[in-house]
């Protein structure tokens, strides 16, 4: 079946950057069109981070202005969130996703990874 | 910005009873290929968002049939038919017409 599975430090300095990749196994990152990214500061609401397309074109939440990067490499069956400059409020569960369709439809996730920004 | 506005907040329900959750967009989320670009999640305690609903009231698959969804342009509603004890969690809203997709504040359903 269907697995997402997250990775990457979980403690990040702050000004620094914020590395995480999603290994999908039990399906080809090539036969699904998009990917995404989505995170939960502890205690709270999920907010869209963005999503990357098979044909390498992304969206990215405008909340985070510059800071993103998201890739996706179909050779190794897996996709990645770059996030620069983090602050303590970068702290939260970042959630890796398969999007059935554009933007909507998050019918696969990943268990989540808590990423923490702190000195 | 599309805002998703969620209501109530919180809901206490008897196993067997039912339960609404309402949705409203502030943009209408009908598409002009006919479908209404709104989900419904539930995260259960301690694990990720799962999907319920897609495009207002498609069930997802494995998704119980006491779960429902309905509505169009603004205002949505999620039904459970008779809630039991593993429907308890976080249930949000989320629309995917408008950029950024935005999440609803969540409705936490507890077991009475």
């Known amino acids: 079946q269907v697995q997402l599975q997250e990775s990457g430090p979980g403690l990040v300095r702050p000004s620094e950057t914020l590395s995480l990749t999603c290994n999908v196994s039990?399906?080809?990152?090539?036969?699904?069109?998009?990917w995404g990214w989505i995170r939960q500061p502890p205690g709270r609401g999920l907010e869209w981070i963005g999503s990357v397309l098979r044909g390498g074109n992304t969206y990215y939440n405008p909340s985070l202005g510059n800071r993103v990067t998201l890739s996706l490499d179909t050779s190794k069956n897996q996709f990645s969130l770059s996030l620069s400059s983090v602050t303590a409020a970068d702290t939260a569960i970042y959630f890796c996703?398969?999007?059935?369709?554009?933007?909507?439809?998050?019918?696969?996730w990943g268990p989540g990874a808590l990423v923490t920004v702190s000195s | 910005e599309t805002v998703m506005t969620q209501s109530p907040l919180s809901l206490s329900v008897t196993p067997g009873e039912p339960a609404s959750i309402s949705c409203r967009s502030s943009q209408s989320l009908l598409h002009s290929n006919g479908y209404n670009y709104l989900d419904w999640y539930l995260q259960k305690p301690g694990q990720s968002p799962q999907l319920l609903i897609y495009?207002?009231?498609n069930r997802a698959s494995g998704v119980p049939d006491r779960f429902s969804g309905s509505g169009s342009g603004t205002d949505f509603t999620l039904k459970i038919s008779r809630v039991e004890a593993e429907d308890v969690g976080i249930y949000y809203c989320m629309q995917g017409l408008h950029t950024p997709p935005a999440f609803g504040g969540g409705t936490k359903v507890e077991i009475k």
């Open positions: 495009f207002s009231s």
């Open positions: 996703v398969r999007q059935r369709q554009w933007l909507v439809i998050l019918d696969y």
């Open positions: 039990g399906y080809s990152t090539t036969n699904t069109n998009y």
